[in-house]
């Protein structure tokens, strides 16, 4: 089924679902990480998140690290195998 130029989306973003599972979001330290997250929280100290996660001995996936379009942000692995990127707007 084609659709219409008017109802193609003109954001850059890609969406992942059960029908679409392969396709990464926009962003996404794929290069890296050794899966997308499952869940994005966004917290006022994402510093001091991170060490407290590493204290706790919990895996992190993806290093603390300063985006270019402007976050800072980390992921772990909830003891669930779900992984969380822990985020801050800088």
């Known amino acids: 089924m084609a659709t219409s130029p008017a109802a193609r989306p003109t954001s850059p973003a890609r969406s992942v679902s059960p029908a679409n599972p392969v396709t990464p979001p926009i962003g996404t330290p794929a ?3 050794t ?3 499952d869940v994005s ?3 006022d100290d ?3 998140v991170y060490e407290r996660a590493r204290a706790a001995g919990a895996e992190i996936v993806y290093p603390l690290t300063d ?3 402007g976050l800072r942000r980390f992921f772990v692995r909830d003891p669930n195998g779900a992984v969380i ?3 801050e707007h800088r």
């Open 46 to 48: 994402v510093d001091q």
């Open 41 to 43: 929280i966004e917290v």
């Open 85 to 87: 990127n822990v985020t």
């Open 35 to 37: 899966r997308y997250p």
């Open 67 to 69: 985006e270019e379009w």
């Open 31 to 33: 290069r890296v990480a």
